[in-house]
Each structure stands twice: as C-alpha cells, then as structure tokens.
C-alpha cells in the first residue's frame, strides 16, 4: 500500500468526501444546493440564529465558501438577515419559513443516506468511531504547529 494511502488525514478527507459526495448528489438533484449551502442551512437548523462568522467557526469552511453560500441561500428566500444587535458589524442568520421546511425534507434523506451507508457497521462500532472522530477533532485543536521548530519537522 502506498505511504499516502495509510497516511490518515488523507484517509478522512477521501472517506468524508465520498459520503458527503454522495448524500450531496440527492440534495443536489431534488433541491439544487451545493455542499456549503446543505451545511449552512444544516447548521441553522440546529443551532438557530446565529452569525456568519459562528457558521465559519462551525463548520470549518473558508469564509469565502460560507459567505457566498449565505448569498446563495437569501437569494432564494431560504435564509434571512437582519441586524445583530449585539454587534452593529455583523449580521444574524437564520432559516426562514420555506428554509425551514426544505430542511424538514431533507434531514431524514440524509439520515436514510448515512443509515444505507453505514449498514455494514454494528451501532457499538459506529459509537466507537463517532467517539474517535470526536477525539481526533479536540486533539487537532490543542496540536500547536509552533511546536514544530526546525525545517525538519522535528524528524532528526
């Protein structure tokens, strides 16, 4: 096996992008979204209103991706804007009525996608690996890259 193939942060990039790949083709097709548009609207419809710059925090996609897909989503009367009282530079988002509906439809497609994706998984084994995804997430955010001192990465 090729050393990039055992390589793990590639291993999850592969393995997020053909799930999200493919649950990404139903939205696609049935409602026209775009990867970035499904998460925003995901996110909103989990955590309600809330900022771009907490959906950029979130969902960990460039900044760029998630304002064009806000645009996107206004534009179409999924997602609304209106003032942050708290902070008079930015603004709150949140789904709107037929927003609000079209995620109503598309949660349990997703879920139905993860459940035939998943088949060949026991729940113990999906618990243990949403536990494990869990802990890789927390341990890449404490990993400090100025630990790596030398241009050879530590590697003597």
Known sequence: MAPLAR????????ASNAVSGRIAQEYR???????PEWRVMALLGDFGTITQ????????MD???????????????????TPNAQDGRSH??????SGREMHGQIMPLARE????????FSDAELDTFRA???RLHRQSEIVDADDIVSDNFGIE
């Open 7 to 14: 390589f793990l942060p590639y291993q999850l990039s592969i």
């Open 29 to 35: 097709a049935r409602w026209g979204l775009s990867v």
């Open 53 to 60: 710059r907490d959906l950029t925090r979130l969902s960990l």
């Open 63 to 81: 900044k760029v991706a998630v304002n064009r897909a806000c645009k996107v989503l206004e534009d179409r009367g999924l997602v609304e804007r």
């Open 92 to 97: 709150l988002l949140d789904l709107t009525a």
């Open 113 to 120: 996608m993860e459940r035939r994706i998943c088949a060949g």
């Open 132 to 134: 494990m995804l869990d």
